[in-house]
């Protein structure tokens, strides 16, 4: 009877092993052929949240007119780690949407592959949104969108736009003496500093990152940030922090600088275009004009940041990928439904002179950003955002700018390899 | 084979009803005596072992594909091994062990060893592959277009049957008009008078002696056409896309005879240096894509020797332990004291009052550490707003880990009442109003009675909590982010736990570096290994005191 019992047990578990046979053996295969008979090969694109609902029907209409499956998959946190890692496992997607400063970390982990662009379709592009993308002299990615920081101010509070940063404290402080508001600026900091929103004061005051290579890419080996020129530069921007005229102040963060400028707390507002979606819902009678530099001193330039689409270097299809990245995407109409969905100016000039029209903002965004810099994409570029911002935020409190920076610049020549 | 508790399968007899037959091994009949539970027992194992089966088939398919035939192996004994346990009817004691066994090898002893092996390699941004993958990558974003050279329309087509055929390259160029085929054996020109070409996209649309593929056919087989490359005098042309080619050619050659790559442009040589996984030219130039090697103790050795880790490390230490055993102390003895003021049988409404207190703990701790992050900011906060103060809470160092326990102990303090509400239900009543009738006073009666009982049932929990305040990275992390920062040293906070600064170490700057983490890890581990081992010894003989 026990070997009865033992017998039952053993074919009923054998049975159930392989009915879960059957499904993992035979669902796989059919799946795939019925895939590559009906439809032909698969696409799969990452992409952030908004930028996937913006993406879904036009990838669909690729899809159908070329008889193939196009997935759009949302990752909403850590796109590009989760892309790294995912690519390295050999489970990545084909094309990625991101911005252009990941190229770098994506090129040295093998994650992306040029892109050939003939020459009569990059002319097609804003320039600067070209060189974002290039990298080690070679295209890696297709731009759709350009962003940059501009200032914006609400000019009710604030008619005029100001020449220099002088201009703004004076007003700023001005309308702080009328309790018309209690911020002269709102431009972000927080405890840990923000290296993306000073960036253009740190210019003006005549400070860099890196220095630039013979062949118009930046260089990690000459790194400004340490240099005597930074050192004056944020002793300029320290006279603006709390210990100084109080423009630049820790508490105003990434979290409250918008809400605050839309709460009518502050007259101006360093931000990019994310930002101007919030003026409008609070009904802010607003207007943009580029940062400010200090008086005499030179422009002020922000980052100019650029938003692609990348080939995935161990993606399954890669001759869609590069089909739908070259011919599909850098269509007019695709930059436009991508500027709906979240208006950054798009880097087709074609696609930008459509949408320039009807929004003017747009208009004075790329203006504000056209002397700007943009934001390296080397490597050595994810060794400044934490120090150089720890900095920022430590000469905002009131440090010793030359201590400060100093120390700053050998912890990134530290991280440089 | 008497013990009472070991039966044939955990679920087919309840152990109360044990026929008291002692030195009688149990036969297969007295199982059958509990019919019905024999039943379901079968049906358990049955389902149970049948998982097991599916599991292990699902897992089987990706080893075979892969190649991993020692992992293959793994998987076979394995079950192997599960099924003869659990069919057969001996081996009583290792039913009760194996499961939990294996999921403490899978989840706990395979992590540790998987991060002390990490902890020996380069393993991080730059250096995640192989060497080959290295090579592929950095000839693949080495190939350029040929200066001049023509941009040609394409068409995929084949000889053969569409899904398996050999492909070929067919090209026009949209100048000259000229067509061509091609394929691994290189590129001839084709009579215009047997193709097709399309006015409107310059592509050849028909050609004699070719099926020409559809993008959705051709797109089923994208990996043969990437793999394609068609040689020419000056170069290869590639395709781009389904629908574009184009003559490129690869600047850098990886040379197996030298080990080296080679830049044909520039000439100049970058030599592979397995001791750091990179390729390194003479003037000391790496090439961006590097590969994984073992280095060895150099993590090991740049924790303890690198100044700016092993500096601040003591100091991050101290405060690492101030942290949590500020977080589990305090929030202890609040919850205790609410407990023990809610257990007073003078006491009206204390089910409101608990309804009251469990609310922070009803809230994801994730939120509200955001909240209370905000809630100290020095000009829009609530906290400096609400009391009239200007204090920078996050600005200054002690001001930031006050702060920082404060938040602890909001979060904190409604789980330690819960526990020393129910730990104290526990105690009966009797005790302390013996120590009165003894003439003690209250607290005489709590520091004498109450306390050591509470702290039995209590201590586990204490040491539980200290544990994970110990790496408390949300608490930290959403808050100060570990600072503020000394001006001279933007990598270590006031703030910061060990964690939050390995955190920092190993993806704060440069891109991810997780060796480096790792060897941090392993040190920390040690340290909270140690600390538990220490407290549970001490907790050991508390409790045989008490009991």
Same mark, same amino acid.
């Given at each position: 009877m026990r070997i009865r019992t033992a017998g039952v047990v053993a074919v009923l578990g054998l049975a159930l092993a392989a009915s879960g046979c059957g499904d993992s053996g035979s669902d796989k295969p059919a799946a795939e052929q019925s895939a590559s008979k009906a439809t032909g090969g698969k696409l799969v694109i990452w992409a952030d949240d908004k930028r996937t609902a913006a993406l879904k029907p036009f990838a669909e209409e690729f899809g159908k007119e070329n008889g193939v499956t196009v997935e759009v998959q949302a990752v909403s946190k850590d796109l590009q780690t989760n892309f790294v890692t995912a690519s390295q496992q050999g489970s990545g997607p084909d094309v990625v949407v991101g911005a252009h400063d990941w190229i770098g970390n994506l090129v040295q982990n093998g994650a992306i592959d040029p892109v050939q662009l003939p020459a009569e379709q990059k002319t097609g592009f804003n320039e600067t949104a070209i060189k974002a993308v290039t990298f080690n002299g070679q295209l890696y990615g297709v731009p759709y969108a350009t962003e940059n920081v501009a200032l914006i101010r609400n000019t009710e509070l604030a008619p005029e736009a100001p020449k220099t940063i002088e201009d703004l404290v004076a007003t700023g402080k001005k309308l702080k003496a009328q309790k018309k %508001?209690?911020?002269i600026l709102c431009l972000q900091s927080g405890q840990n500093g923000d290296a993306y929103h000073i960036y253009p004061l740190y210019t003006s005051a005549g400070g860099y990152l890196f220095g630039t290579a013979a062949n118009g890419d930046y260089d990690p080996k000459d790194l400004g940030v340490g240099k005597p020129e930074s050192i004056a530069a944020f002793q300029k921007i320290g006279k603006l922090g709390e210990k100084g005229?109080? %423009?630049?102040?820790?508490?105003?963060?990434p979290e409250n600088a918008i809400s605050t400028f839309t709460g009518k707390k502050c007259a101006f507002l360093v931000s990019g275009p994310w930002a101007v979606a919030d003026a409008k819902k609070a009904n802010i009678k607003y207007d943009i004009s580029p940062v400010p530099g200090f008086a005499g001193a030179k422009e002020a330039q922000p980052f100019v940041g650029v938003q692609a689409f990348y080939v995935a270097a161990k993606g399954k299809n890669k001759a869609l990928a590069q089909e739908f990245v070259t011919n599909y995407v850098t269509k007019p109409e695709l930059a436009v439904a991508l500027y709906k969905a979240e208006p950054r100016p798009p880097a087709l000039t074609a696609a930008f002179d459509q949408v320039k029209g009807e929004d003017a903002d747009l208009a004075k965004f790329s203006e504000a950003g056209k002397n700007g810099q943009v934001l390296p994409a080397i490597p050595a570029m994810a060794a400044i955002w934490d120090p150089f911002g720890k900095a920022e935020a430590a000469v905002i409190g009131g440090a010793d700018p030359a201590k400060t920076i100093t120390a700053a610049g050998k912890t990134i020549q530290g991280q440089i390899k | 084979m008497s013990e009472p508790l070991s039966g044939p399968g955990s679920a087919t007899r309840t152990p109360g009803r044990?026929?008291?037959?002692?030195g009688l091994p149990r036969s297969s009949r007295t199982a059958r005596n509990h019919a019905p539970i024999t039943a379901t027992g079968l049906l358990v194992k049955v389902v149970l072992l049948g998982l097991v089966a599916g599991i292990a088939l699902w897992a089987a398919f990706p080893l075979i594909e892969a190649g991993y035939w020692l992992g293959l192996g793994v998987l076979t004994v394995t079950t192997a091994g599960l099924f003869y346990l659990y069919l057969s009817r001996r081996h009583i004691p290792a039913k009760y062990l194996v499961p939990g066994t294996l999921f403490l090898i899978a989840f706990q002893i395979f992590p540790v060893l998987y991060t002390a092996s990490t902890a020996f390699t380069n393993f991080g941004d730059g250096h995640r592959g192989s060497k080959d993958d290295a090579v592929v990558a950095i000839q693949t974003s080495s190939v350029k277009q040929v200066p001049g050279s023509t941009e040609y329309a394409l068409t995929i087509a084949t000889?053969?049957?569409?899904?398996?055929g050999p492909l070929t390259f067919l090209l026009s160029d949209p100048k000259t008009k000229e067509v061509f085929a091609g394929d691994a054996g290189g590129l001839r020109q084709l009579d215009a008078s047997d193709v097709t070409v399309s006015?409107?996209?310059?592509?050849?649309t028909a050609a004699d002696g070719y099926t020409v593929l559809n993008i959705g056919q051709a797109s089923g087989r994208s990996d043969a056409i990437t793999a394609l490359i068609v040689p020419t005098d000056d170069g290869a042309i590639r395709s781009n896309g389904l629908t574009r080619a184009y003559e490129g050619k690869a600047a850098r050659a990886y040379d197996a005879g030298c080990d080296c790559v080679k830049d044909s442009e520039t000439g100049k040589t970058w030599t592979a240096d397995e001791k750091i996984g990179s390729f390194v030219a003479a003037d000391g130039e790496r090439l961006t894509q590097g590969w994984k090697v073992n280095v060895g103790l150099k993590n090991f050795g740049a924790v303890l020797t690198d100044p700016n880790i092993s500096k601040p490390f003591f100091g991050t230490l101290a405060w690492n332990f101030a942290f949590a055993i500020g977080s589990t102390g305090f929030t202890f003895l609040l919850g205790m004291a609410i407990a023990l003021a809610l257990h007073s049988p003078r006491m009206r409404g204390t089910n409101f009052y608990r309804v009251l207190l469990i609310l922070p703990y009803a809230m994801p701790s994730f939120a509200m550490l955001l909240v209370w992050r905000d809630m100290f900011n020095t000009d829009f906060g609530l906290l400096n707003n609400l009391f009239g103060l200007d204090v920078d809470w996050f600005g200054g160092a002690w001001s930031a880990r006050i702060a920082v326990l404060l938040v602890q102990l909001w979060l904190g303090y409604p789980y330690m009442f819960l526990v020393a509400t129910g730990a104290l239900q526990a105690i009966p009543r009797e005790l302390t109003e013996a120590t009165s009738v003894d003439g003690a006073s209250p607290w005489q009666s709590f520091k004498a009675v109450t306390l050591p009982l509470l702290l039995v049932a209590l201590s586990p929990l204490l040491i539980a909590s200290f544990a994970y305040n110990f790496n408390n990275v949300n608490a930290i992390l959403f808050t100060t982010e570990g600072g503020p920062f000394a001006p001279d040293n933007?990598?270590?906070?006031?703030?910061?736990?060990l964690i939050t600064y390995t955190y920092r170490l190993a993806f704060g700057a440069q891109g991810a570096e997780f060796g480096l983490a790792a060897t941090v890890s392993i040190f920390i581990f040690a340290i909270v290994a140690t600390v538990s081992a220490i407290s549970f010894r001490r907790t050991r003989k508390q409790e045989e005191v008490y009991s």
């Open positions: %508001a209690t911020e005229d109080g %423009a630049l102040k820790r508490s105003i963060t | 044990e026929p008291a037959r002692p000889t053969g049957d569409p899904a398996t006015s409107l996209s310059g592509k050849i933007p990598r270590n906070g006031a703030t910061d736990l």
